[in-house]
């Protein structure tokens, strides 16, 4: 049975690095948690350690209808994924410590900001106790990431327990399944390049993807967010390519449901397995 697994990357307005964060778009929150309801979708939610630690009441909503959604872990926040590997470690230990702190348990999912991660971020994850994670696009991203060598399918990294989950990409481009792409060609367009689909799809939104018009003009964007989302910023524009998406899916026989739901179904002995230098390339 073909399944869809919509994962939510729970951050500030646009990811931005800067100190002075927005939280614009989750004014919009309960508008996305009833069409969550209405249309019995799952979502896994990737929450920065900043917001389990200084924002909790931004969680209240979905903790209220937490049968709809699973919440994992999103490092702590932004700021340190191009600095010093001290500094990217750091960010992970203290997105951990926040997380156990407010859900008085590990997470059992980890994902890295941007899709950026190394090995010795990952090699942390490990000793930390953390077994699974959804930290690639395997797909092409200039100044962040060439990962046109990453697997599609889930992997393991040999000698160890720990999972990746990749992002699911569309046709032979390699294309995100990932609603900023949807917007930036028009569902129309994109839905194009949706063929010889996977019958598991990790789907990837934040919530500035389906409202940036609570943001667009309230936030610190730089030029190039904003030549980015002028386009979906239009009032109703980036959540009705939403809704276009999952009545696709719908139609091609997905259903919806949390990571939990698929850990339970991946056979790790039978996975294929990954050195470290295949991932990263030394």
Do not use: W
């Amino acid at each position: 049975m073909n399944k869809i697994y919509i994962t939510l990357d729970f951050e500030e307005d646009y990811g931005s690095p800067g100190e002075e964060k927005t939280y614009f778009c989750h004014e919009k929150s309960k508008e996305l948690i009833e069409f969550v309801k209405q249309n019995d979708l799952k979502i896994t939610l990737f929450i920065t350690g900043e917001i389990t630690e200084k924002y909790k009441h931004l969680l209240t909503p979905y903790l209220n209808e937490a049968s709809y959604f699973q919440f994992e872990q999103h490092a702590y926040n932004h700021e340190d994924v191009f600095g010093s590997i001290e500094r990217k470690l750091e960010n992970i230990k203290k997105g951990l410590a926040s997380y156990e702190a407010f859900f008085s348990r590990k997470p059992q999912i980890y994902r890295a900001p941007f899709g950026m991660i190394s090995q010795k971020e990952i090699e942390l994850l490990i000793q930390s106790g953390i077994t699974y994670g959804s930290n690639f696009f395997p797909s092409y991203f200039p100044g962040r990431f060439n990962n046109l060598h990453i697997p599609t399918d889930i992997f393991k990294y040999q000698n160890s327990h720990f999972v990746e989950i990749p992002f699911s990409v569309a046709s032979r481009f390699r294309l995100p399944i990932a609603v900023s792409y949807m917007q930036l060609l028009g569902f129309d367009l994109y839905k194009k390049f949706l063929t010889n689909l996977s019958p598991t799809i990790n789907f990837n939104l934040h919530l500035h993807d389906l409202f940036p018009e609570s943001a667009f003009h309230r936030a610190n964007l730089t030029i190039p967010q904003k030549i980015a989302y002028y386009k979906a910023s239009r009032k109703g524009y980036a959540f009705s390519i939403f809704k276009q998406a999952i009545t696709f899916f719908k139609e091609k026989g997905y259903t919806f449901e949390l990571f939990s739901d698929l850990i339970k179904t991946i056979d790790t002995i039978s996975i294929k397995e990954k050195t470290f230098d295949e991932i990263f390339k030394k």
